[in-house]
């Protein structure tokens, strides 16, 4: 009869990868840091490091990220889970992505611990990363375009006040691909969105008018199973 080595089952690592995408300057961002040890040292990756053994898992991920780059009250969600047994080269390390939506107007980044530089990188020019970190990337960002589609969290990447075009150029970046300026604000208009008197300020084109999202409203005629983006 065959035997099983329980030790064999307690042998791996946990580890946990922070995804703080931004919006800024037409393009959805990641935050990224330089790290400055080995394994992958001077490589840019995803915020992240191991769980201590008597730690819960959303603490671990506060703690990483307050440590590596200084965010604190970032309110993170489970994302996936990576376990391949060599995206490690030290050992068997699981790793669980979280991720946040910011407005970076709003937060401050600073680079501590073994974390040598840290930066807003668009999320699609990002080169190779640490590990599998692309693919930990690349993963979450389709899990965020996918609930862009059917929540209305992307007020949350926005700034409070913004122009319709900088809403039209989140969607554009986050599909891949442009839409059209009369039919993008026409599929809006059932969107309790408020617009402000006051105009853009330090622009060198015509400033636009400013515009925030009144959660406080029902989303109008919308489908019930449909924010607005369903593709």
Not at 6 to 26: K, N, P, Q, R, Y
Not at 32 to 60: C, H, M, N, Q, T
Not at 100 to 106: K, Y
Not at 157 to 168: D, G, I
Request: aromatic share 14%; proline share 5%.
């Amino acid at each position: 009869m065959y035997k099983i080595d329980f030790s064999d089952f307690f042998t791996s690592a946990f580890s946990v990868d922070c995804l703080i995408f931004g919006f800024t300057e037409g393009k959805i961002k990641t935050l990224l840091i330089k790290r400055s040890i080995d394994p992958y040292k001077d490589y840019w990756a995803i915020p992240g490091d191991l769980v201590y053994p008597d730690e819960d898992l959303p603490f671990a991920a506060e703690r990483i990220l307050c440590e590596l780059t200084g965010l604190t009250n970032v309110q993170m969600h489970q994302a996936h889970t990576f376990g391949s047994p060599s995206r490690h080269p030290q050992g068997r390390v699981i790793t669980i992505a979280y991720y946040a939506l910011v407005r970076i107007e709003e937060v401050s980044i600073k680079a501590s611990s073994w974390a040598d530089e840290v930066r807003w990188e668009p999320v699609l020019e990002v080169g190779d990363l640490a590990f599998d970190h692309n693919e930990i990337l690349e993963a979450t960002f389709d899990r965020l375009n996918k609930q862009l589609s059917i929540e209305p969290i992307c007020f949350e990447l926005l700034a409070e006040k913004f122009t319709l075009s900088e809403f039209q150029q989140l969607f554009e970046y986050s599909k891949g691909i442009p839409f059209d300026k009369a039919n993008f604000r026409k599929k809006i208009k059932g969107i309790p969105l408020v617009k402000h008197t006051e105009k853009q300020t330090n622009v060198k084109h015509r400033p636009a008018n400013l515009f925030s999202f009144n959660a406080s409203e029902e989303l109008g005629r919308l489908d019930e199973n449909e924010w607005f983006f369903k593709m």
